[in-house]
């Protein structure tokens, strides 16, 4: 062997012995998975659909799995029976969240309802969403802005269809639903869908979603943090500036406006937006809620609501266009329920609607748009089913594959809402096999709010309108890969044409 073989050699028997000693000194107590390479551990198996590869590599390893990314320690959980162990038995010891990196960040992590860990301050944000925005009782007297905002929506369709211009669905449901949380925390509208008018919150918020979607190196090696290698840092810096920048002019108005308002007063019952709310409480809890809490809030709340249900909205279109039978089923039971001019369904008829109902479930099952769940992370070593957690372990919860394993759904990959119309199954977190929520105490608390959303919104496009691809596409020859990021939608947005019914 010359030296030049013997150099290159080298790191290839670094590789090998780091393996062998990690393979080797492996403690048997801790859950099973692929033997991590050096430095990197498991990174290279991830690929760029790492929902997809650890739905495979979850059948050789089992549905508790262990990975090392970079220097991160990770379980993955792929079945229901062990995400029950995980998020009922065990609920309290996975309820703190693994953070990355980008929400270190300005220290949006020690304010955010998101990522703060749960103890008291977490608590008390949670309790004001209830209060404040889903309470059965705030989201019926929200109703009549969302019907407002989803005739706006049809009416744009409408629009569309007389020019028979292709619709963007994901980005015109992206618009509803962002605009319709942004009226509940400030009562005004964020983005537009005329194209031509600014749209510069839009393309913030939207370009936070892209930015905190792509891996990140440093979460891996956290020790790259001063390099910020991709640039993603100072990306996130830009865009945090510019959406607290809109936040502070908006709260500014606001307190000029409660100052020179005379009718102003603190009882929360004359009040309308969320903002008013946080300020009612920040100014009686003597400032226990900062405005820089209300901004971290705020943030959380337009990200977290806004892009889950238009994502959910463009892959339920897409099925429905790809089974006209299932598309005209549901049309047939809207008929009985809706009235001659209604454009928008009544909230309270949802329970009516089994199929409509199924649909989403069904939707929910295929295409969940968190397909881990957002990461926990274990607070001490926890003992599930014999195996080991290592306190700080990653938890990631694959309900992508738990939603197409063929062990837990027959037909697995098919789109049967059928399937829901006898079982009881439902997606509020009692029901391990369909969690796209989560589940447990750190489960979503704007499920009501998004349940209510997807209804309506569906309806309207589909009650209305008749929907062909642009440029004569068939609809089995519809690209139905999706692209991971923070959540995952089409890779290939969906264009669509709007038909008036009456033209059929
Ligand atoms: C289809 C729609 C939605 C889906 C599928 C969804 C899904 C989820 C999931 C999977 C989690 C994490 C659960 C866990 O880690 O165990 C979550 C958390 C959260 N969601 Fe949603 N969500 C949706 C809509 C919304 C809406 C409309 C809002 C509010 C406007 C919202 C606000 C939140 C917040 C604030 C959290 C963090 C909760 C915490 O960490 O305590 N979500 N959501």
């Not at 050699?9 to 998975?33: A, D, K």
């Not at 992590?109 to 990522?115: A, F, R, T």
């Not at 537009?192 to 936070?208: A, F, K, P």
């Not at 090696?221 to 502070?248: C, E, N, T």
Request: proline share 6%.
């Amino acid at each position: 062997m010359d030296t030049t073989t013997f150099l290159l050699m080298i790191p290839l028997l670094l590789t090998v012995f780091c393996v062998f000693t990690i393979s080797r000194s492996r403690n048997p107590r801790l859950p099973p998975g692929p033997y991590p390479f050096p430095v990197i551990g498991n990174l290279l198996q991830l690929g760029n659909k790492p929902h997809r590869s650890l739905a495979a590599l979850s059948k050789r390893y089992g549905p508790l799995m262990l990975l090392k990314l970079g220097s991160r320690t990770t379980l993955v959980i792929s079945s229901p029976d062990m995400a029950k162990e995980f998020f009922h038995k065990h609920d309290q010891s996975f309820s703190s969240r693994s953070v990355p990196e980008i929400v270190r960040l300005n220290n949006h992590n020690e304010s955010s309802i998101v990522w703060l860990p749960a103890e008291y301050q977490w608590r008390r944000l949670r309790r004001i969403t209830k209060e404040c925005l889903f309470s059965g009782q705030s989201l019926d007297a929200s109703e009549q802005l969302r019907r407002q905002k989803v005739h706006e929506l049809v009416d744009h369709v409408r629009e569309c269809c007389r020019n028979e211009k292709a619709v963007n669905i994901g980005a015109v449901a992206f618009t509803t639903t962002l605009n319709i949380i942004s009226n509940l925390l400030f009562s005004s509208n964020f983005s537009q869908y005329d194209l031509t008018s600014s749209q510069e919150i839009h393309e913030v918020i939207s370009g936070l979603l892209e930015v905190a979607g792509k891996p990140n190196l440093v979460d891996f090696f956290p020790i790259l943090r001063p390099l910020d290698p991709q640039g993603l840092a100072s990306q996130v810096h830009v865009y945090f500036d510019k959406l607290f920048a809109i936040f502070d002019n908006i709260i500014d108005q606001r307190l000029q406006r409660r100052a020179v308002s005379s009718s102003y007063d603190t009882d929360l019952s004359t009040q309308h937006d969320v903002l008013d709310l946080l300020l009612d409480i920040n100014f009686k809890d003597d400032h226990e809620l900062s405005i820089n809490d209300m901004k971290s809030f705020f943030m959380d709340l337009l990200v977290a609501g806004s892009d889950t249900v238009s994502i959910t909205l463009e892959w339920a279109m897409t099925e429905l266009i790809r089974n006209p039978k299932k598309l005209e089923t549901a049309r047939i039971e809207l008929m009985k329920h809706m009235h001659n001019n209604d454009k928008t369904l009544n909230e309270h008829n949802i329970p009516q609607l089994p199929y409509l109902q199924a649909i989403i479930k069904e939707t929910l099952r295929l295409h969940p748009p968190g397909p881990f769940l957002v990461p926990h992370q274990a607070t001490h070593d926890v003992e599930v089913e014999g195996f080991i957690v290592p306190k700080d372990a990653q938890i990631l919860c694959n309900v992508w594959a738990i939603g197409r394993d063929p062990k837990v759904w027959s037909n697995a990959n098919v789109f049967m809402p059928e399937r829901f119309l006898e079982a009881k199954t439902d997606y509020r977190g009692q029901d391990f096999e369909l969690i796209p929520f989560g589940a447990g105490r750190r489960s979503c608390p704007g499920l009501n709010l998004a349940r209510r959303e997807l209804h309506t919104i569906l309806v309207s496009l589909i009650y209305n309108f008749d929907w062909k691809l642009e440029g004569n596409m068939r609809a089995q020859d519809l690209d139905m890969e999706e692209k991971f990021g923070l959540s995952l939608p089409r890779n290939v947005p969906l264009m669509a044409i709007p038909i008036d019914h009456d033209r059929l």
